[in-house]
């Protein structure tokens, strides 16, 4: 699954990394630690251009009763994604991009959980989601939901968790939000392992309330650095640096 991430690019790097040109110049606080619940930003096509959009993260379904009751599904599995009356209407006409500078997730050790920051190689750039939107209304006003779509792991990924968010390159990008693309299902696979890199960072992550630059310095594990040596195929960060 993908229940955390954070947004700290600049509003040109938004903007380049989902083509959409209004992103630029948009300004917003680096966020270190979203969390599901929060609003957050989506790229969806309107009349030929990609444009901004705020949702709140967790789709609740158009025929839900209650708002506040739910189901409030931060993510969407691609395995039969079109057939689950949940996000059917969001896959046909719902498509939207959420960009991030990274996500978290955690590896399970023993009875403990390790968090990993997974981000581009370097940290240079974003990664881009493949999400649904939703706008849920009642007699009060419209609530516009978002979900992110997650699947298989790939090399990296596999070490880690048994899921991982759908990650589009640019042209995947453009078909995933061409709502005349009746084979949008079939973008839905693992990124390239050596498109991403992973290390450690600190358990600080794991409450919502917590934001800042340090929640995603690395932090020594020896167990990654056995699993690096190991995997020499995949992209990894060894996480044996100092703290800032």
Excluded at 142 to 147: A, D, Q
Excluded at 158 to 178: F, K, S, T, Y
Aim: a negative charge; glycine letters at 8%.
């Amino acid at each position: 699954m993908c229940g955390r991430f954070a947004l700290h690019a600049t509003s040109q790097e938004l903007a380049n990394g989902t083509a959409c040109a209004k992103l630029a110049g948009f300004g917003e606080e680096a966020r270190y630690n979203i969390a599901p619940g929060q609003w957050i930003i989506v790229v969806r096509p309107e009349k030929n251009q990609r444009v901004p959009f705020l949702a709140q993260w967790g789709l609740i379904p158009t025929w839900a009763k209650n708002a506040k009751e739910g189901p409030h599904l931060i993510n969407a599995r691609a395995e039969g994604i079109d057939t689950k009356p949940a996000f059917r209407s969001g896959l046909l006409h719902g498509r939207c991009l959420i960009p991030a500078s990274g996500f978290y997730e955690w590896k399970t050790v023993g009875l403990q959980k390790q968090p990993f920051f997974i981000r581009p190689p370097g940290g240079e750039g974003i990664l881009v989601f493949a999400g649904l939107l939703s706008v849920w209304a009642d007699s009060k006003g419209e609530l516009p939901t978002c979900t992110i779509v997650t699947t298989t792991p790939n090399d990296l990924m596999a070490q880690i968790h048994n899921r991982m968010p759908v990650i589009l390159a640019p042209q995947a990008q453009e078909a995933w939000l061409d709502t005349e693309n009746r084979h949008a299902t079939e973008l839905l696979r693992p990124f390239a392992a050596e498109g991403m890199e992973a290390y450690s960072v600190g358990s600080s992550v794991g409450n919502p309330r917590n934001n800042g630059p340090e929640l995603i310095w690395p932090v020594d594990y020896p167990e990654w650095s056995e699993i690096a040596s190991e995997s020499r195929s995949v992209q990894l960060v060894l996480c044996l640096c100092e703290l800032p």
